[in-house]
Structure formats: structure tokens, C-alpha cells
């Protein structure tokens, strides 16, 4: 078969350039994998290019590894030899080639994450610097960040005695790296980008051997990166990049979407082709992902489009709560999965992992199969199995293993030998480890009593209702302090908050177990759930289960059916961006992203109210909704409007005062009843005489009342 056989007009024109510097604007499913790839085969099999003369950069192994077995498949030839890989990949692989030029014994090694952060806090220890002014975690992410930009320790700019001391601890980090004969990820690229930059006829030979240098994912490369990728080009080789400036979602690990305008203006860059035409999604879902996008400003611009037909007008779901939302979902997938849909095929995606938690226990009152893409379930989760085990010693101060888990978390100077004189000490006493306590002495002893006593106050805490126990553990025993510091603390602030929301639902649905007042049931009881929650239902690999994962997980994905779930302002788009500009931007093409990862149906989804740190929030419907033209979207209940939740048409009143002079009530109104007081109007149904308002009058509960006889004040 010939290789431009099946390609599409702009996808031929892509491929069969001439060897100039060309941007590729490729949609989502426009087929980009298949341009890369065929463009690379072409360039070969004409005679215009050798293996050796072309590099292609890719974002992840998975995709150099597609690309490699797709060029197999392509061209009569041992692929194996050529430059295709990851930024980190290629930059290894010439450092490896030069090691010496680069400052580096032969062997160096790599440190993932976990050792560089092992490798910064022995640093701390051996200098004796404070690890909570200055914790492990925010340390590697500042000498990350300063790396990704190009920046060594002595070029960072510092104006402050906390920022000059990061800046000490950096330089001090570096040199512990290059003694120990180390180098981290970011390291990687920073060494080679330094290596091509100072070492001339280096740079002249890779400038000359590659010709053809081809990036995927163009859209998230950041400073440096592209930086390389300049030195690399010089003035000879071809630069062929493709990448889709909508799905530019990756700001918080340094990418920059402005590169590609950069590009384009620096390299005078003659040929731009846009592949426009999806075969992935119906016309509906691609109408509604243009329609959002469009509202950014600064876009190169592009306008998905499909042959496939309109397909299903996108269904939007409104709920009354966060559960609600959650159960619906459920009942949606077991009618989908009778109609012979295929779970795995169904994904539940959300903007911040702690959406997950309601999602999770409705699927696991369900009893429905699902994965977690990409991240741990709930319950999992390290800063959930954290709180979890300070509650567990509350239960049971003998808990060896949630003491052990939290003995020195967040850490309290107990080191490993303190560890060992304890567990000692409990074997030789046939104790635990908490009741061997007294009998370790010296500094160590101290800190471990000092530990006891913390557990003592959270124990005398236990009388709280459990949501206020929660909280209240949560502040003492340090762990909202300690990822208020954290590069990702905001998302496991968020987690923790859910642990909140989770012990509030629980009691809701399971009433209140124990008396006032004694070592509260409720918590044993809480505990036992949040065990068997972690422990069943995951499904194994290959099995037919639902995809659970955020809208940044989802990048790449694709499914036949999806649910995006808690469209709410404050949400999706996050509260963080919506003070900034680029920051809404930023959230509207993670919005376009979500869309454009169904296939045939979509389902919007949102809630009127929403748990938040154990309290009610009330919401109103995401932007993204409104910004998508009515004519494509199936509202499953009644259409929210701009100001609020409009009640069709206007209710009227017999007896009872009318709330507005407009005549009609609207969710998240206030109202004042002669019986039950002041309360919050949260649902309504029907209209006219028939028309009915669900009220939450606090301590008398949710009432539904007939608008006839309601008596309502408006306050």
C-alpha cells in the first residue's frame, strides 16, 4: 500500500512539505500520530533524509514507542538506531555519548523523584537547616522550576533572606549532585542544553547530522525545551512541529503555550496547515468544543469538523447535591451498560481528584467495577491514609501500624534509630509500640513522649461530632499545616476537606451510632467503612470497568461515552483562575480538552449545592454550559439561566405575599416561613397553582412545600 494512501488533504500537504520549518495545528483526533509518523517514512523512503539525520521528540515513552513500531511497520528497515524519544530520553542518551565533556563519570545515575527528595533531605540534615521553614518537597520544586528555566543557582535572582537561602541550598544541592555523580530529571536537559551551548563543534556536528527534527506535543514545551531545540536546529536543519494550541494545559509544570507563536515569528515559519477534520467525535460534541474555545482570545485558530453526522445532542444534568450528581451517574451507567454499552468505555471525568470521593462511594453502594486513571482512589490516597491513621489512634492508641505510619508525620525530629529503640523496647516489654514509650530515653524518649501527648489531646477531642473530630484532627496534628507548603498541597488540601465532606456524608446516611459524650462508635464505625471502601470493587486490568480521572489524566484518551462531572463556577473553571485572564484561559481549554474526549455521547453534568469543608455551598452552573449554543445541547431537567435557577414559568400565589415583584422564585433564594423561619429555597418543581419549593430551614430540616399555602417572605 502506498504510503499517502488514506491521508486527508491537509494531512497530504503536512507530509509531503518540502524540508522547511512548518507548523502543524492538529485538532484533537485530526490524526497527528499518523502525519508524524508518515512524514518521517516519506522523508526516507523519497531518499530525502537517512535514519540517522532525523530527530523526533515525543512527550512520553508510550508515544516514541507507537511511533517506532509504526515506522517498522512503514519502511523496510532496523528503526531501532534512529533518534526517536522523550526530551529526557534524547537528552540522556547524548550525555551519555559525552559524559565527559558534560562534567560527568560514565556511569552517572538518574534520580527519580523519590530520590531526589531523599537525596534534598539528607542535604537539610547534614546542614542542619530547618525542614519545616524550609520542606523537602517545596525545595525540590524551586530547584526544579530554576532549571526548567535555564537558571543555575548563581544567575537566580533573590531579594529576600528566605529566597537567598533556597538559592544557598540550591547551589549546595548542585554540588552534592556532581560529588556523588548524580543528575536529577531536570538536570537532564539543563546539562545538555549547556553542553551544545558552550561546546561549538559539539553543536555544529549534531546541527549537522540532523536535518529533520520533528516535535510532537509542540503545545507543551516549556522555556527551555524549546530553548533546546533552537541550538539543536541552527541554521540548516528543518524544524516540522505539531501541536494544538487548545490543548495547551500543562502551565503548572512550566509549559509555554506562547511558543508556538514564538516559532512561528523567530524561524519565519512560511507553511502552517491546519488538520481540521476529526475522526474521533460526532459533529454535536465538536460544534460544542468550538463554540467554548472560541471565547479565548489569541488563539491561532482552527475549527474542528467531522464527516461522522451530528450524532446525540449533548445531554446536560442539573442535581440538587454532589451526591445527587453522583447517583445519577450510576443509574445512567447501569442503563447504558443494559443497552450493551461497555463499562470501560464509559469515563467519569472531574477537575480536582477530591471530586472522586462521592463519585467513588455511590459506585461502591453500587457495587459497579471502576479504575482510578492515573492516580490513587480515594480512600488511598497518602494524605487520606494519613488523617485516617491519627483517627485510627484515637480509636486504639495500641495501632502499631497507623503509629508507625504517623509517628513522624508531619515529621517531629523522631529519626530511625529512635524507631528502633522503640520497637525494642515493645518487644522486650511484649507491648505496643505506643505503650513502650516510657521506656525509651534521651532526646529521642522526649519527642516520642511529646507525640503521646498529642494523641492524648486529639482523644479528648472525641466527643465532637464526627465531622468537627475530623477537622479538629486535621489542625492539630499538623497535616494542613504541612501541605500548605507542598508544590501539590492544594489538591491534597482538597482531599482532606472531602475527608470532611466523607465523614458528614457518612453520617448522614448511617445516623448517629454512639451516645454524647463517650469514645464515639460513629468513629469506629467511619473507619470500618473507609477500610472496606479501599478495599473492594478496584477492577483488575482488562476488566470491564468504569474510568474514573481528572481532565488532565484524560489528555491523549479517548471514550465512547463521557461524563463531565461538577460544571459549577468555583469549580470548572477553578476559583484560582478566575481573577486572572490567562488563567480562565488556561481552564477553557481544559474544558475543550474534556469535550473533545467523547466519541458519540456527552453528558454534562453539575450540582446546585455542593459539600465544602463539612458545609453546604451553593453553586451556580459553569460558564462552559452557557457558552455552548442551546440547539445542541438535551437539558434532563429544568435549563438554568445567567442569574440563577429559574423556576418556568413564574409560580403563582393564592393567600401568601408574592417573593419579587418579577413573580418568581429563584434557587439560593432566602425566605422566611411563619412556622418553620428563615430558610433557602434548593429545588422547585412544577409551576402555577401546582407549584412546589424545597426549602432547608436548618435545624427543621429540608421541607417541600405548596407555594399556595407556603407563606413565604422573601428576606
Not at 533 to 545: I, L, S, T
Not at 654 to 668: E, H, N, T, V, Y
Request: proline letters at 4%; a neutral charge; one cysteine or more.
Amino acid at each position: 500500500m502506498n504510503l499517502l494512501d488514506r491521508l486527508n488533504e491537509p494531512q497530504l500537504a503536512a507530509v509531503t512539505l518540502p524540508p522547511q520549518h512548518a507548523l502543524i495545528l492538529a485538532g484533537a483526533g485530526s490524526g497527528k500520530t499518523r502525519v508524524l509518523t508518515t512524514r518521517i517514512a516519506w522523508l526516507i523512503s523519497t531518499s530525502q533524509a537517512s535514519p540517522p539525520t532525523v530527530l523526533a521528540v515525543t512527550f512520553t515513552n508510550k508515544a516514541a514507542k507507537e511511533m517506532l513500531a509504526r515506522l517498522s511497520a512503514m519502511l523496510p528497515i532496523n528503526v531501532k538506531g534512529m533518534w526517536i524519544g522523550t526530551f529526557h530520553g534524547l537528552c540522556n542518551r547524548m550525555l551519555r555519548a559525552h559524559y565527559r565533556d558534560a562534567g560527568l563519570p560514565q556511569l552517572f545515575q538518574i534520580l527519580d523523584s523519590a530520590d531526589q527528595l531523599a537525596a534534598v533531605k539528607r542535604l537539610l540534615k547534614s546542614l542542619n537547616v530547618d525542614d519545616e521553614k524550609y520542606p523537602p518537597r517545596e525545595l525540590c520544586w524551586f530547584i526544579n522550576a530554576q532549571k526548567e528555566a535555564g537558571l543555575r543557582a548563581s544567575a537566580v535572582e533573590a531579594w529576600d533572606e528566605w529566597t537567598k537561602k533556597r538559592v544557598e541550598l540550591y547551589a549546595a544541592y548542585e554540588a552534592q549532585c556532581q560529588k556523588e555523580g548524580v543528575v536529577d530529571f531536570a538536570e537532564l536537559l539543563l546539562r545538555c542544553y549547556e553542553l551544545l551551548e558552550r561546546n561549538e563543534p559539539l553543536r555544529r556536528h549534531y546541527q549537522e547530522r540532523f536535518r529533520h527534527i520533528l516535535v510532537d506535543e509542540f503545545q507543551d514545551t516549556n522555556k527551555l525545551q524549546y530553548q533546546w531545540l533552537k541550538l539543536l536546529a541552527g541554521e540548516g536543519a528543518a524544524l516540522f512541529c505539531v501541536g494544538d494550541d487548545d490543548q495547551s494545559i500543562y502551565a503548572f509544570r512550566g509549559a509555554d503555550v506562547g511558543n508556538m507563536r514564538d516559532f512561528e515569528r523567530e524561524f519565519k515559519v512560511q507553511n502552517m496547515i491546519r488538520l481540521e477534520q476529526n475522526y474521533r467525535s460526532h459533529g454535536n460534541i465538536l460544534d460544542a468544543a468550538n463554540a467554548i474555545i472560541e471565547n479565548n482570545p489569541s488563539r491561532l485558530g482552527k475549527n474542528l469538523w467531522t464527516e461522522a453526522g451530528a450524532g446525540e445532542p449533548i445531554r446536560v444534568h442539573e442535581s440538587y447535591s454532589d451526591g445527587d450528581e453522583a447517583r445519577f451517574i450510576v443509574e445512567e451507567v447501569k442503563a447504558l451498560a443494559r443497552d450493551g454499552h461497555a463499562r470501560k468505555e464509559i469515563a467519569l471525568l472531574y477537575r480536582s481528584n477530591a471530586q472522586s470521593r462521592a463519585l467513588e462511594h455511590a459506585l461502591f453502594n453500587a457495587g459497579l467495577p471502576y479504575r482510578v486513571y492515573g492516580g490513587l482512589r480515594f480512600f488511598e490516597r497518602a494524605e487520606i491514609k494519613h488523617a485516617l491513621a491519627y483517627l485510627r489512634l484515637i480509636a486504639n492508641a495500641n495501632d502499631d501500624t497507623a503509629f508507625a505510619r504517623v509517628v513522624n508525620f508531619p515529621t517531629r525530629g523522631i529519626g530511625a534509630r529512635s524507631i528502633e529503640q522503640l520497637a525494642d523496647a515493645a518487644k522486650t516489654q511484649g507491648s505496643s509500640l505506643h505503650a513502650a514509650i516510657p521506656y525509651v530515653t534521651g532526646a529521642g524518649g522526649a519527642k516520642l513522649a511529646a507525640f503521646a501527648t498529642l494523641i492524648v489531646k486529639l482523644r479528648e477531642a472525641a466527643h465532637l461530632p464526627l465531622p468537627e473530630l475530623v477537622e479538629h484532627v486535621l489542625d492539630l496534628s499538623g497535616l494542613r499545616e504541612h501541605y500548605r507548603n507542598e508544590k501539590e498541597g492544594q489538591e491534597r488540601l482538597a482531599n482532606l476537606d472531602e475527608l470532611v465532606n466523607a465523614a458528614s456524608g457518612f453520617i448522614a446516611e448511617e445516623g448517629v451510632v454512639g451516645e454524647e459524650g463517650e469514645l464515639s462508635l460513629d468513629l469506629a464505625s467511619f473507619l470500618a467503612h473507609a477500610s472496606l471502601e479501599a478495599g473492594e470493587h478496584q477492577a483488575g486490568e482488562g476488566d470491564d470497568a468504569l474510568q474514573l480521572m481528572t481532565v488532565h489524566s484524560a489528555k491523549g484518551l479517548e471514550f465512547n461515552i463521557v461524563f463531565i462531572c461538577g460544571l459549577e463556577e468555583g469549580l470548572f473553571p477553578h476559583e484560582n483562575s478566575l481573577n486572572e485572564n490567562k488563567g480562565l484561559e488556561e481552564e477553557r481549554r481544559l474544558m475543550y480538552v474534556a469535550v473533545t474526549r467523547a466519541r458519540q455521547r456527552l453528558y454534562l453534568c453539575h450540582a446546585q449545592t455542593r459539600m465544602l469543608h463539612g458545609q453546604v455551598r451553593y453553586n451556580l452552573p459553569s460558564r462552559f454550559i452557557e457558552e455552548i449554543p442551546a440547539g445542541l445541547l438535551k437539558f434532563l431537567t429544568v435549563r438554568a439561566n445567567k442569574s440563577g435557577y429559574a423556576v418556568p414559568p413564574a409560580p403563582t400565589f393564592d393567600s401568601a405575599p408574592r417573593p419579587q415583584k418579577s413573580g418568581g422564585l429563584r434557587i439560593g433564594q432566602n425566605v422566611m416561613h411563619a412556622k418553620f423561619g428563615l430558610g433557602v429555597i434548593v429545588n422547585a418543581e412544577g409551576g402555577g397553582n401546582d407549584a412546589r419549593v424545597q426549602i432547608n430551614f436548618g435545624n427543621a430540616g429540608m421541607k417541600w412545600l405548596a407555594l399556595s399555602v407556603a407563606k413565604l417572605e422573601p428576606v
